[in-house]
T-cell receptor, first 112, second 116 residues
Framework: SQQGEEDPQALSIQEGENATMNCSYK?????LQWYRQNSGRGLVHLIL?????REKHSGRLRVTLDTSKKSSSLLITASRAADTASYFC????????????FGTGTRLLVSP | SAVISQKPSRDICQRGTSLTIQCQVD?????MFWYRQQPGQSLTLIAT?????????ESGFVIDKFPISRPNLTFSTLTVSNMSPEDSSIYLC?????????????FGPGTRLTVL
């Protein structure tokens, strides 16, 4: 399977703390994306990082990409209760047919 | 970004029946995708639906079980046929920009299906 793996599977923190989630994948990629899913609803796109980029920021989000290790991390700083959700990484392959392959996801719980 | 709606939002069905899920986009898009998310699991791509051509199915998914229509650039349907309890999942449609090297996708709210 090409599906990526994320760790931890579940993460529980207090408001104000930082949350770090990691994603590993198996094949060469064109880009890597992070999505958030609240309570089994639709996914919301958070950030995209290209294979030639190493780090990207968006608000309280920081994403890193290490293509030599086939891994990425998502850091959420100063977390809030509203950040409680499942977070998925997804990779876009190098082939012309650009489908996404999703990782296993991390369930984040931020307690007030 | 595209705004996507799905109908129904949820349904409870009897085994052996079929359910058709609709996906409507507020703008014309080239590529639409259908995913399945089994309870507590990640998303698995079922098929890609391009307007004017047959849907392309991923390994493990077949047209007889999941027929897809794509009559125009803003609409698609996925039918889950001859359902069994194993088909209980969230079904999501998404759309992509369809061009270029980067394929950020926008997702509908999902259809939560329970098969008894």
């Amino acid at each position: 399977s090409q599906q990526g793996e994320e760790d931890p599977q579940a993460l529980s923190i207090q408001e104000g703390e930082n949350a770090t989630m990691n994603c590993s994948y198996k094949t060469s990629i064109n880009n890597l994306q992070w999505y958030r899913q609240n309570s089994g609803r639709g996914l919301v796109h958070l950030i995209l990082i290209r294979s030639n980029e190493r780090e990207k920021h968006s608000g309280r989000l920081r994403v890193t990409l290490d293509t030599s290790k086939k891994s990425s991390s998502l850091l959420i700083t100063a977390s809030r209760a509203a950040d409680t959700a499942s977070y998925f990484c997804a990779t876009g392959q190098r082939t012309g047919f650009q489908k996404l392959v999703f990782g296993t996801g991390t369930r984040l719980l931020v307690s007030p | 970004s595209a705004v996507i709606s799905q109908k129904p939002s949820r349904d409870i069905c009897q085994r052996g029946t079929s359910l058709t899920i609709q996906c409507q986009v507020d703008s014309q898009v080239t590529m639409m995708f259908w995913y399945r998310q089994q309870p507590g699991q990640s998303l698995t791509l079922i098929a890609t639906a391009n307007q004017g051509s047959e849907a392309t199915y991923e390994s493990g998914f077949v047209i007889d079980k999941f027929p897809i229509s794509r009559p125009n650039l803003t609409f698609s349907t996925l039918t889950v046929s001859n359902m069994s309890p194993e088909d209980s999942s969230i079904y999501l449609c998404s759309v992509g920009p369809g061009t270029g090297n980067y394929n950020e996708q926008f997702f509908g709210p999902g259809t939560r299906l329970t098969v008894l």
